[in-house]
């Protein structure tokens, strides 16, 4: 059977949007069929969250109509990628009696166990956003990733809750509703994007995926299908930008294409060898060469120091060991030249910048680490919601109707 997948990622510097024809079976296979993005609504966001409904509005219309004319299809519904700075992680267990048949563990059995993890340590004015199930343990004896069927008296829940204040959420789905796109399950970027990004070995092993975004860092550690741990950080390409405007004196138009043409194993070139750039001078009216090492020094620190954050944060979590796989990059930020030097200095790991897989279709402008969390989003919301991911009547037949 064919099921129809669509995706927005509210990104700060862009929101992008994807829709995938997908022919489930074992393996399954995302046929992209209409991909748009814009980046017309900056400033209505902030580190994630959205902060103005209005105009945020006209620009996701924007793109909803044209995935509508490339797929010609209505969209009605999509998972919808969350990204506040505010999203919080943590590690939750229950503990239920089994109540099904013959005393085996039922699907309603699981269910419960789920329901009271999301009740644990829950702050006030947030909501479940997801229960991520690390194992199930039946009688404190056997350990499953599925228990449905085991035999036994009580069944425990390990998991991982990610949280997020519930006035995020009303925001993101009155900005969807607003243009008459109902929000089919929110979803947690990096948890999307890392499913679009990870492979099965760096998975079963344990592995650090850290997207750099515009406004955020966001990071977790992944676990076989679970969540160890993750983090949020306030800092990321913005703020690398905001670096080159202040140190060398340029326009952001300037610090931003100087930031995109970065090499940073230019970082340590001898003067006499290096090149320079020529850019304007802010605020000046006038233009002066800049030397190359001295951009990719600017832009190394920050990301340098943005790692070290992380490392940082890991250790204090205990977290040291939990990545044998390595590390892996992706967002916007992923695109810096050199990066993963910076991360296997830092973390004295395997590191790799990633990029979408499993993707077939309209796939040339979109194999790019900006577009791992929309792939992300179609692949994790089609392997955990399946019975949102609907067939809709053809655009154009309606448009006729009407």
């Known amino acids: 059977m064919n099921l129809n997948v669509i995706a927005i990622d509210l990104g700060s ?34 580190a994630g969250n959205i902060v103005n409904i209005e105009k945020i509005k006209n620009p996701l219309k924007e793109i909803v109509q044209e995935v509508e004319l490339m797929t010609g299809r209505e969209v009605v519904k999509a998972f919808v990628g969350v990204s506040s700075n505010l999203i919080k992680g943590f590690p939750v267990s229950s503990d239920t009696p089994i109540q099904g048949k013959h005393k085996t563990v039922s699907e309603e059995d699981i269910k419960r166990a789920m329901e009271m993890a999301k009740a644990v340590n829950m702050p006030k004015e947030f909501t479940s956003l997801h229960i991520i199930p690390y194992r199930f343990i039946v009688d404190n004896q056997g350990v499953y990733e599925n228990p449905l069927g085991a035999k036994g008296s009580r069944l425990k829940l390990e998991a991982y809750s990610v949280v997020c204040p519930k006035v995020v ?37 344990g592995v650090l995926y850290i997207d750099l975004g515009y406004e955020t860092t966001q990071n977790i550690i992944v676990k076989g299908n679970g969540v160890k741990h993750l983090f949020i950080q306030p800092f990321a390409s913005k703020h690398i930008t905001s670096d080159l405007m202040e140190v060398i004196n340029v326009t952001q138009e300037d610090a931003e294409r100087l930031k995109k043409g970065v090499n940073l194993s230019e970082k340590n070139l001898e003067t006499e060898l290096d090149e320079g750039v020529e850019v304007k001078v802010a605020g000046a009216g006038t233009k002066k060469i800049v030397r190359k090492s001295l951009i990719a020094e600017v832009v190394w620190a920050r990301v340098h120091e943005i790692f070290q954050d992380i490392k940082k944060d890991l250790a204090l979590n205990n977290m040291e060991e939990s990545y044998p796989a390595g590390v892996v990059i992706g967002g916007g930020g992923a695109n810096l030249t050199g990066i993963e030097m910076v991360a296997k200095e830092v973390f004295g790991q395997n590191a790799r910048v990633a990029y979408p897989n499993r993707i077939e279709g309209l796939t040339e402008e979109i194999m790019d680490p900006q577009w791992l969390t929309a792939i992300g989003l179609l692949q994790f919301g089609y392997h955990y919601f399946p019975e949102e991911c609907i067939l809709k009547r053809s655009f154009f037949s309606r448009l006729f109707k009407k």
């Open 13 to 46: 510097y862009n929101l992008r949007m994807v829709s995938a024809k997908v022919e489930s079976g074992k393996e399954a296979k995302f046929e992209i069929i209409g991909r748009s993005y814009t980046g017309k609504h900056i400033s209505s966001t902030n």
């Open 169 to 205: 959420l009303n925001n993101i789905a009155s900005s969807c509703n607003s243009i008459g796109i109902v929000v089919a399950k929110p979803i947690f970027e990096p948890l999307a994007a890392a499913e679009a990004a990870l492979m099965s070995n760096e998975r079963e092993a």
